[in-house]
């Protein structure tokens, strides 16, 4: 199967709207898909997909492409390795390539290293050997159903995954490089020995590392694989591509500490339930959450660890404008423990009674300082007028303002005079900084693209116009812009070899990002926009008359030349600026 051929089977059989929600929650409303932008950050929808014509583009960071760009960007790989998942995704089979791409990266290999390595695991916990650990698992409630639907598996004390995986082809140095082998004195040996296996999936369902827990005392509770080429801690959450639907229909996402918490809580029906593999939620993993909702239900251990992690989270939540609430369970309780003893729906009722993310940083300044002492309305202050700064909008920090006046009986403004004081001396109740959105990659301004231009070219990209009329009078060089010149050279090359070409080929095949945000705009933005006959012939005419007026000036400032130096303008060059000079006075 020709390459170009492969990308539009996958097209005809996904559609970009299918591949675009799988990462984003879209809403349909008229032509287009709208959602919030996964290359920056935004309260506001700005991202849009036009499924007729096969873009998305985002009015914010003004970015935008087809299907296999926008894979290639959020999942950071080659325009191959995007053409080979998608067409796994699509039921093809990427060696029908004419022309197969080689996989430079080694990221396939590594892909079926590790599910190789999770099927490893699954026969092992279903195996004589797995017997204590499946008994394990029925103690906690946790039935077969959940093991399977979560991949669960067992890593045998005695090891066998590396020889295993050796045998189906993997490469010690690929298996060193996921954690899976580990190089001793006397060889490589077995990384997880000896614990329940917990595989971490990406988005797309692949497995990209493992998590595993102790069955025997003497050795630390979890082990994790290491960052790897397909792995990135700080940029995953356990559970998201199981969770992401329930996610995207609800509008919000439970955030737990552990596997066994998410495990629980989607065996309980609470099924938007991830996991932030460890206490230490990243500024990443928030932006990936950003992705599928805008509400978060915080509900990590109930100990000093989790409310620390939880403040941390806040602040992260709270610089990307994300409604965070914190769920409180009684002290010492986890999510797991806590279903497992008091049902689903008592832990409904914690859910419902969450705190929204002030009311629980000033509930935490309560507990280490008396609001009863000018000292520890100080303190309380201090700890709390920062966070309260932090938000964006002026009304919360009205309202919250007063909030802690009225806590801690107080009147506003001396809070606002102590803010500004804090302000000044740089106290900041930021725990950590930063985010994770991808930086703006601007193609050339639109602004400077003259509107003929862009109307012309939008009529040209949409089939509004046909090539015929257009290359008629006008060419490229017509164009001032030197993008949309460059876009409309490669289609008038096309067109001049073969008339019957198809544009939507042409489209298909640009690799050019800048090119492909400027497409992808063009088309967004004129939506809904349709020209009669005249006014496109009038943009032809626009344009074609620039481009005489820019060769008559050329011309006048030639025959100046020559009646400077006191001589006779050839005559060709006479006969040129004459036929042009009525051409532009029939105009």
Same mark, same amino acid.
């Given at each position: 199967?020709e390459?170009?051929d ?14 675009v ?9 008229g032509k ?5 932008c996964?290359f ?6 700005s ?14 960071c003004?970015q ?18 995007a053409?080979?998942?998608?067409a ?14 080689p ?9 079926s ?18 017997i204590?650990?499946?008994?394990y ?24 995954a590396?020889?295993?995986?050796r045998?189906?082809g ?6 060193e490089k996921?954690?899976?082998?580990k ?22 369902g692949?497995?990209?590392?493992f ?7 003497g ?11 397909v ?10 591509d ?8 609800g ?13 629980a809580?989607?065996?309980?029906g609470?099924?938007n ?10 500024a990443?993993?928030v ?10 239900l ?8 989790g ?8 602040a992260l939540?709270?610089?990307e ?14 999510p797991?423990?806590?279903l ?11 859910l419902?009674r969450?705190l ?8 935490q ?30 009304i919360?920090q009205?309202?919250h303002?007063?909030?802690?006046a009225?806590?801690? #009986?107080?009147r /506003?403004?001396a809070? +606002? ?5 804090? =302000? ?5 109740? !930021? %725990? $950590? ?21 862009r ?7 949409k ?7 257009v290359?008629q009078?006008n060419?490229?060089?017509d ?9 409309v050279?490669e ?24 090119e492909?945000?400027?497409i992808?705009?063009?088309?967004s ?21 620039r481009?005489l ?5 050329s011309?006048?400032? #030639?025959?100046? /030349?020559?009646m400077? +130096?006191g001589?006779?303008?050839?005559? =060709? ?5 004459? !036929? %042009? $000079? ?6």
């Amino acid at each position: 199967m020709e390459g170009t051929d492969l990308k539009e089977e996958i097209a005809r059989r996904l559609g970009i709207a299918q591949v675009v929600s799988w990462y984003v929650h879209l809403v349909h409303r008229g032509k287009t898909h709208k959602g919030l932008c996964p290359f920056h950050s935004e309260k506001t929808p700005s991202f849009t997909v036009n499924e007729e014509k096969g873009f998305w583009y985002c009015f914010g960071c003004q970015q935008g492409g087809d299907l296999y760009h926008f894979v290639q960007k959020i999942e950071n790989i080659s325009f191959m390795e995007a053409l080979e998942l998608l067409a796994g995704k699509a039921g093809l089979d990427p060696d029908d390539f004419r022309k197969k791409g080689p996989d430079r990266s080694g990221k396939e290999e590594l892909y079926s290293a590790l599910s190789e390595g999770s099927a490893f695991f699954q026969t092992c916990l279903f195996a004589r050997e797995g017997i204590h650990v499946r008994k394990y698992l029925e103690s906690r409630g946790i039935p077969e159903s959940t093991w399977k639907h979560f991949g669960l598996g067992f890593a045998p004390t005695e090891g066998g995954a590396v020889s295993h995986l050796r045998k189906k082809g993997a490469s010690l140095e690929n298996l060193e490089k996921l954690g899976l082998a580990k190089k001793g004195k006397s060889g490589y040996y077995d990384y997880f020995r000896g614990r329940l296996i917990f595989p971490v999936k990406d988005i797309l369902g692949r497995v990209i590392a493992f998590g595993g827990r102790v069955m025997d005392e003497g050795a630390p509770k979890y082990l994790n694989s290491p960052e790897s080429p397909v792995f990135s801690k700080s940029r995953q959450l356990f559970a998201l591509d199981i969770a992401k639907k329930a996610i995207s229909e609800g509008g919000s996402v439970l955030l737990v500490e552990g596997y066994l918490d998410a495990i629980a809580a989607h065996q309980s029906g609470f099924t938007n339930a991830v996991a932030s593999l460890g206490t230490s939620l990243t500024a990443g993993q928030v932006g990936l959450i950003g992705r599928y909702a805008r509400k978060v239900l915080l509900a990590y251990d109930s100990d000093e660890a989790g409310n620390r992690a939880s403040l941390r989270a806040l602040a992260l939540f709270q610089e990307e404008e994300i409604e965070a609430l914190v769920v409180t369970l009684p002290k010492g309780e986890d999510p797991d423990s806590f279903l497992r003893e008091k049902g689903p729906d008592a832990f409904r009722d914690h859910l419902a009674r969450a705190l929204p993310s002030i009311r629980y940083v000033l509930a935490q300044s309560l507990k280490r300082h008396d609001p009863g002492t000018l000292s520890g309305k100080e303190e309380i202050a201090k700890e709390v007028l920062p966070f309260i700064r932090a938000f964006k909008s002026p009304i919360a920090q009205d309202e919250h303002t007063r909030l802690l006046a009225d806590t801690l #009986k107080v009147r /506003e403004e001396a809070l +606002r005079r102590l803010s500004a004081r804090f =302000e000044k001396k740089g106290i900041s109740g !930021r %725990l $950590e900084q930063g985010h994770g959105g991808v930086p703006k990659m601007n193609p050339e301004p639109l602004e400077q693209i003259s509107p003929a231009e862009r109307e012309l070219l939008a009529l040209i990209l949409k089939k509004e116009i046909t090539l015929d009329q257009v290359f008629q009078e006008n060419g490229p060089s017509d164009f001032a812009s030197p993008l949309c010149r460059k876009i409309v050279e490669e289609i008038h090359d096309l067109w001049s070899t073969d008339r019957s070409f198809r544009l939507d080929q042409f489209l298909s095949t640009r690799k050019d990002e800048t090119e492909s945000s400027l497409i992808a705009r063009l088309i967004s933005e004129s939506e809904g926009i349709s020209l009669s006959e005249k006014q496109k012939n009038q943009l032809l005419g626009q344009l074609r008359e620039r481009t005489l007026r820019e060769t008559f000036k050329s011309l006048q400032e #030639k025959m100046a /030349e020559f009646m400077g +130096r006191g001589e006779h303008p050839p005559k =060709e060059l006479q006969m040129a600026y004459k !036929r %042009l $000079e009525h051409q532009l006075k029939v105009k």
